[in-house]
């Protein structure tokens, strides 16, 4: 069914996003970033498909989350096959480990769209995109300060301040059931004060109660018990371990004893980067944690896991708000003015490109004028004039558009030299 909205609006579904040039420069520059530094840390990228069939999330990312529960795109294809569009990175990656079983430990990067159905606002959108790292195979305390060192080397190296660091751990199997008992037991005999979503929910998951923003929350379990008091001893020196690791780096972590993130599957570990810079509502930059069972849960040996997802355009939004990581100048050295027919445009744009410069030209015969325009335009360092003139002298004049200089004739042999060494700068 189509409605009215949608017939003839010839515009991007809500809550999705064109992104042209020069904000798709950013864009893509930052994925490079990431894969920059992460590849210099033992990497490699995983490219898996943008959807999977939906048990991979449901069971992964668990039944109960807001993320499946209430956004996930599901869709039957014309198999009848039962599916979903990515939602969030992980499982993915450990579906992926699961079916080709690389060596471990397997450390993988990945850059992909991600669809959830939520109420668009500034930075909340139904497509995002996130850059994200993962280590499979490895309990080691020192691989979770490794992820959190690359996520904060990610951030701090786009120019990025304003932004902190929450740390806070899950448990394990072994003292987080009898947390969440007590946990439970102290909210329903609270359960009169709590906010309306949780007085309903807090029997089946008391630890999202912690995490709820309304003031009747908040007040209600000001003094219920932490988790971080009740961590078996394995768990609180894996901890301690990480806090050091960081410490060593000289990371400066808030420990947070309510952070609890979206997925069923964090173990141990979990942490999140929020920016100062950008409205409170929507300032989580990225996260992630340990997820040491979530490779037994969706079917393997168990195995452990840790890792964290970037919210690309929230990271943007922090940017632009600090001011830092500008749109970079276009990648143009020439832009080719040819008033003689456009032969000499063709040969010479190729002749630069095959040079190594970035050349671009206009088309279809348009006057002088018009393609000044278009160069000027095109943020070039140069223009590359060919008149009637310059033809039969066999020049073309060069005019400096960016910085300021004498515009001069040049040997129609020496111009892709000539642009070289425009661009080189004064020597
Ligand atoms: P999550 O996968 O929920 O842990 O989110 C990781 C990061 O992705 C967040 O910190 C945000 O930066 C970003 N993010 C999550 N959901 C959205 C969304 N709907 N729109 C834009 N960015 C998002």
């Known amino acids: 069914m189509t409605s009215a909205d949608e017939q003839g609006a010839l515009r991007a579904p809500t809550g999705t996003h064109d992104v042209l040039w020069p904000a798709s420069w950013r864009f893509q520059t930052m994925v490079a970033n ?36 209430k956004e996930m795109y599901e869709f039957a294809d014309r198999d009848g096959r039962h599916l979903a569009l990515r939602p969030e990175g992980t499982a993915s990656v450990v579906r992926a480990y699961l079916q080709h079983h690389p060596a471990l430990p397997w450390k993988a990067w990945y850059a992909t769209p991600l669809f959830r159905h939520e109420r668009p606002q500034a930075g909340r959108y139904r497509q995002h995109h996130q850059v994200g790292a993962e280590v499979l195979g490895a309990a080691d305390a020192d691989l979770d300060v490794e992820v959190i060192w690359l996520a904060d080397r990610f951030l ?10 929450k740390i806070g751990s899950m448990g394990d199997g072994n003292c987080r059931p009898a947390y969440v008992d007590e946990l439970r037991r102290f909210l329903v005999e609270r359960r009169d004060s709590l906010c309306d979503e ?23 379990t000001a003094g219920a018990p932490r988790l971080l008091d009740r961590l078996c001893e394995e768990c609180a020196a894996h901890f301690a371990r990480v806090l050091d690791g960081l410490g060593a780096l000289s990371i400066a972590p808030e420990v947070d004893d309510r952070l609890v ?11 999140e980067f929020a920016s100062a810079a950008i409205d409170a509502a929507q300032n989580a930059l990225g996260g ?37 990581f500008p749109a970079a100048p276009g990648a143009l050295d020439a832009f080719v003015v040819d008033v003689t027919g456009g032969e000499a445009a063709r040969d010479l744009v190729a002749e630069l490109r095959g040079g190594g410069l970035g050349a671009d030209r206009a088309y279809d015969g348009r006057s002088m004028k018009a393609q000044m325009k278009l160069a000027d335009r095109s943020g070039a360092a140069v223009a590359l004039i060919v008149g009637r003139e ?17 515009q001069r004739p040049v040997g129609r042999h020496d111009v892709v030299s000539a642009v070289r060494s425009v661009v080189a700068g004064p020597s």
Do not use: M, N
Request: proline share 5%; glycine share 14%.
């Open 34 to 69: 990431f894969a920059s530094l992460v590849e210099r840390a033992g990497y490699g990228l995983l490219q898996s498909p943008t959807f999977e069939y939906a048990w991979v999330f449901r069971r992964g990312a668990g039944e109960g989350t807001d993320v499946v529960a």
């Open 156 to 165: 701090s190296g786009l120019g990025l301040e304003r932004y902190t660091l």
């Open 198 to 220: 949780h007085r309903s929910r807090v029997e089946t998951s008391p630890l999202r109660v912690l995490d709820c923003k309304q003031p009747a929350c908040r007040a209600t």
């Open 261 to 271: 993130r979206g997925f069923d599957y964090y173990t141990r570990t979990t942490f």
């Open 288 to 324: 992630g944690g340990r997820y040491d069972d979530l490779v037994a849960t969706l079917g393997g040996d168990p195995t452990p896991g840790v890792g964290f997802g970037i919210g690309i355009e929230r990271v943007l939004l922090a940017c632009d708000a600090e001011g830092v």
């Open 390 to 406: 310059e033809l039969a002298a066999g020049t073309v004049t060069l005019r400096p558009l960016r910085a300021p200089g004498e």
